[in-house]
């Protein structure tokens, strides 16, 4: 893992010099940044290389060069190249009666389910400063506290995950799974599962809509660390974020309504459409309930 930052020229390798001064120091780091506890001074940034293993070499198809030699016949035998039968020049052509057709794969939808939801976090820059300067926040322990016992809750009669994951994710400009995965680990310090991911994520998404109520309503919160947020575009992009996607219509509901509309029994619609008779009646008694009269049998 490597660190960039200016330090003065000197004879000693920097890198080493800032290392040495780092693992003596009370440092702390906010995303990949590092700072010193007591004095606030900025050290560094980790950058995080991914590991990009070398290529195989490539295998060799034609081991020894055997091919070259010898050919294969009809019975299986290996005989020499000079043995091969030469094709007669009175041979007619192969055509072919049945032309080969292309084969047609076969498009299998995704059972995957929906896209993961991702947020976006316009209290991040707030809240990673308040810690940053060392202000104290006891509120953002009650929310965060709370959320975590309205959203995942108890197993066991223990917290489903750790205040300290829940506080870190708030801190993040984005919550979602795919994001916490980068920055949490379990307690054995191995990557956290995607069902526990899942949990803290929820109880991030529960707190921060407290917090920022809690914010909003008290401006001089904000004020202390000069940061403005707009709370009318956060509630706006909260609530089209959560919306339900809608669900389509089938594509034989209105003509199964117009037919019943038209006198025509219900199993005979179902017949001509093919589709079971109690889902026409529910959607007889759909229409009916939204003031559509269609009295169909």
């Known amino acids: 893992m490597n660190i960039n930052t200016t330090t003065p020229a000197s004879s000693v390798c920097p890198t080493q010099q800032l290392r040495e001064k780092v693992a003596t120091a009370r440092t702390t780091t906010i ?19 991914p590991y ?9 198809i034609e081991a020894g060069g055997v091919k070259k030699y010898w050919y294969v016949a009809e019975d299986g035998s290996p005989l020499p190249l000079e043995c091969r039968p030469t094709p007669s020049e009175y041979l007619a052509p192969v055509v072919d009666l049945i032309p080969k057709q292309p084969i047609q794969k076969t498009e299998h939808k995704s059972k995957a389910g929906k896209k993961p939801q991702v947020i976006n976090n316009p209290l991040a820059a707030a809240l990673s400063t308040f810690r940053l300067e060392g202000r104290p926040t006891p509120w953002l322990d009650d929310f965060a506290f709370g959320a975590i016992c309205t959203g995942p809750g108890v197993i066991n009669g223990k917290h489903s995950v750790a205040l300290a994951d829940v506080k870190r994710l708030l801190r993040l400009p984005e919550l979602s799974v795919a ?11 191995q990557p956290m599962s ?11 998404r529960t707190a921060l809509r407290g917090i920022a109520l809690h914010l909003e309503r008290n ?24 919306k339900p996607a809608a669900t389509a219509q089938h594509p034989k509901k209105q003509q199964a309504l117009e ?39």
Do not use: C
């Open 194 to 204: 995607t069902r526990q991911l899942q949990r803290v994520v929820e109880a991030a």
């Open 31 to 49: 995303g990949d940044v590092i700072y010193d506890k007591v004095t606030k001074e900025y050290y560094g940034v980790y950058i995080r290389t």
């Open 179 to 189: 994001t916490a995965a980068e920055y949490l680990l379990n307690h054995d310090r």
């Open 52 to 60: 990009l293993p070398e290529p195989a070499p490539e295998q060799l």
């Open 219 to 242: 401006p001089e919160i904000l004020r202390t660390v000069d940061v403005d947020i707009d709370f009318d575009k956060f509630w706006a992009s909260n609530d089209d974020q959560t």
């Open 259 to 297: 037919m019943i509309r038209a006198g025509i029994p219900t199993q005979t619609t179902a017949r001509e459409l093919g589709i079971s008779k109690n889902t026409v009646k529910k959607w007889d008694r759909e229409a009916q309930a939204a003031g559509v009269v269609a009295g169909g049998q």
